[in-house]
């Protein structure tokens, strides 16, 4: 089946540091599937942080990049400059056809920022 | 700007006992989806439903039932549940039925059985 693995947390990172998580994926059914990264924030609910649905694209948003790599099969979450705002936990998740049969998720990576 | 409500927040049971969670949603989204989440784990689908009254099973639907009576809810249940189970159950939505669009969750069911 579908699997997604991702940098294990928790990570820890100081107030303008740079952040990387890393996810790799691996998709049975279609070559090339969605790939999306969620986020929780402290005392709120699962939402969207970026998807890319196009392999090779880019994805960005709240300063947060991901590319779509399809050769080495990943979608590495970075920001250059994290703030403490940034304290999160962040999943990674694939949608591996066209048609919605659910998404798959990486277990979470626990980011804390610290001023 | 929409909203997805689960309802209760928190469920305490015995073991055997059937219980059940709900989730509205007032996007007039098409799909709905359950996901369960272990301490430790990611997020495992149980059941969807692409439309009214429609169910398709998820990796993790034995033990669970699911109904979609109206497009705007969809029910949860633990047909047994098991003694020292603790999860937390998030309900989601998404518009249409591509696997592209986003998923809207709710704020969750944290489960624990007794």
């Known amino acids: 089946g579908d699997s997604v693995t991702q940098t294990e947390g928790p990570v820890t990172v100081s107030e303008s540091e740079s952040l990387i998580i890393n996810c790799t994926y691996s998709?049975?059914?279609?070559?090339?599937?969605?790939l999306f990264w969620y986020v929780r924030y402290p005392g709120e609910g699962l939402q969207l942080l970026l998807k890319?649905?196009?392999?090779?694209q880019k994805g960005s948003s709240r300063g947060f990049e991901a590319t779509y790599n399809k050769e080495t099969t990943s979608f590495h979450l970075q920001k250059a400059s994290v703030q403490e705002s940034d304290s999160a936990v962040y999943y990674c998740?694939?949608?591996?056809?066209?048609?919605?049969?659910?998404?798959?998720f990486g277990l979470g990576t626990r980011v804390s920022v610290f001023p | 700007g929409g909203i997805i409500t689960q309802t209760p927040k928190f469920l305490i049971g015995q073991e055997g006992q059937k219980l059940t969670l709900k989730c509205q949603q007032n996007?007039?989204?098409?799909?709905m989806y359950w996901y369960r989440q272990d301490s430790g784990k990611g997020l495992r689908l149980i059941y969807y439903?692409?439309?009214?009254?429609?169910?398709q099973k998820g990796d993790l639907s034995e033990g669970y039932d699911a109904s979609r009576e109206k497009k705007s809810s969809f029910s949860l249940t633990v047909t047994s549940a098991q003694k020292n189970e603790m999860a937390v159950f998030l309900c989601?939505?998404?518009?249409?039925?591509?696997?592209?669009?986003?998923?809207?969750f709710g704020s969750g069911t944290r489960l624990t059985v007794l």
């Open positions: 439903s692409i439309t009214e009254n429609d169910l």
């Open positions: 989601a939505s998404s518009q249409g039925l591509r696997s592209a669009e986003t998923l809207y």
């Open positions: 998740a694939l949608g591996d056809q066209d048609y919605a049969q659910g998404l798959t």
């Open positions: 890319v649905i196009t392999a090779g």
């Open positions: 998709a049975t059914s279609i070559a090339y599937p969605n």
């Open positions: 996007f007039n989204h098409d799909t």
